[in-house]
C-alpha cells in the first residue's frame, strides 16, 4: 500500500523548485501542492500521466499575508490523519537587483525580503499551527544558501533574507522541541546550482557586482550542478532519518 504524503512547495514552477516537483510525482501515494507566480500546464500533464493529486496556485508571494491565509485555510479543509507525513518546502526567493545598497530601489528591497524572508516565516506559522495535531511526521525544509552564511557584495537583501531564514529555523526547533509540537525544520544549504539566479548574477553589471567574474567562473569550469541533481540531493536529504537534528544544514553535510 502507498504511503500517503503531502508536499507543499513555493516558487515550483522553475529551477530546484520545478525540479523537485517532477520527482516527487514519481512518488506512490504523494499528493503535491506548488504555489508560484504561474501555472505549469507541463507539470499537470506529467501529475496526471502518474495518477498523482497535484494542485497548482498561482499566487505572488510579495504579498505573504494572504498567501499564508490560504494555506492556513486550505490545510484545515484536510483530513489531517489522512496523510502519514506532510512537508512544506520553502524554496521561493529572488537575488534581484544586483547592486550596491546605496544604490537600491526601496520597492526592489521590500519585494525580495517579503518573497525571501517574510513568506517563508508566514507560510511556516500557518503550516505548524493548522497540522498540528496531525497523526503523520510533520517537515519544513528551508532553502537556504551559502550567501546566508558568507556574505557578498551587493547582495544584501538576499544574504540578509537567508540568514534570516536560517535563524529564524534555529528558533521554531527550539520552540517545538521545548513546546512539544514534534515539527522538524531545516534550513538547508542545496549547493551551487545552474538556474535562472547563476544568469541573472552573470550578466550583472562588472562595476556594481564586485563577484561576477567568480559566477563566470563556476560557470566556465563546470562546478554547477544541475537542477536536477540538486532536487535529487534536496530531497534525499529531506527524507534522512537525522532530519532535523541540525536545524541549519548543508545537502552536502556527511
Same mark, same amino acid.
Given at each position: 500500500m502507498n504511503s500517503p504524503q503531502l508536499t507543499i512547495i513555493t516558487g515550483a514552477s522553475r529551477g530546484l523548485g520545478r525540479a523537485m516537483a517532477e520527482q516527487l510525482l514519481a512518488v506512490?501515494?504523494?499528493?503535491?501542492?506548488c504555489i508560484s507566480r504561474r501555472a505549469d500546464d507541463a507539470l499537470a500533464a506529467r501529475a496526471?500521466?502518474?495518477?498523482?493529486?497535484?494542485?497548482?496556485?498561482?499566487?505572488?508571494?510579495?504579498?505573504?499575508?494572504?498567501?499564508? @491565509?490560504?494555506?492556513?485555510?486550505w490545510l484545515q479543509g484536510l483530513d489531517g490523519q489522512a496523510f502519514d507525513g506532510v512537508v512544506l518546502i520553502n524554496n521561493a526567493g529572488t537575488v534581484g537587483r544586483t547592486r550596491p545598497l546605496s544604490q537600491a530601489v526601496a520597492a526592489e528591497l521590500s519585494q525580495a525580503l517579503r518573497v525571501g524572508l517574510e513568506a517563508p516565516l508566514l507560510l511556516t506559522s500557518a503550516f505548524l499551527a493548522a497540522t498540528r495535531g496531525w497523526r503523520g511526521e510533520r517537515k519544513v525544509l528551508n532553502i537556504s544558501s551559502g550567501l546566508g552564511r558568507n556574505a557578498m557584495a551587493s547582495q544584501a537583501p538576499y544574504c540578509a533574507a537567508k !540568514?534570516?531564514?536560517?535563524?529564524?529555523?534555529? @528558533?521554531?526547533? =527550539?520552540?517545538?522541541?521545548? =513546546?512539544?509540537?514534534?515539527a522538524k525544520i531545516v534550513s538547508l544549504a542545496p549547493g551551487v546550482i545552474d538556474t535562472d539566479m547563476q544568469v541573472q548574477l552573470r550578466?550583472?553589471?562588472?562595476?556594481?557586482?564586485?563577484? *561576477?567574474a567568480r559566477f563566470e567562473r563556476l560557470k @566556465?569550469?563546470?562546478? =554547477?550542478?544541475t537542477p536536477e541533481s540538486a532536487a535529487?540531493?534536496? =530531497?534525499?536529504?529531506?527524507? *534522512?532519518?537525522?532530519?532535523?537534528?541540525?536545524?541549519? !544544514?548543508?545537502? *552536502?553535510?556527511?
Open positions: 506512490p501515494g504523494q499528493r503535491l501542492l496526471r500521466e502518474a495518477g498523482v493529486e497535484l494542485e497548482q496556485w498561482q499566487q505572488d508571494l510579495a504579498d505573504p499575508v494572504p498567501a499564508a @491565509a490560504r494555506l492556513a485555510a !540568514a534570516g531564514m536560517d535563524h529564524f529555523s534555529r @528558533a521554531v526547533a =527550539l520552540e517545538e522541541e521545548a =513546546l512539544g509540537g514534534g550578466g550583472a553589471e562588472a562595476d556594481m557586482f564586485p563577484d *561576477r @566556465a569550469q563546470g562546478q =554547477l550542478d535529487a540531493k534536496v =530531497l534525499a536529504y529531506l527524507a *534522512r532519518p537525522d532530519f532535523g537534528n541540525n536545524p541549519v !544544514a548543508d545537502v *552536502r553535510d556527511a
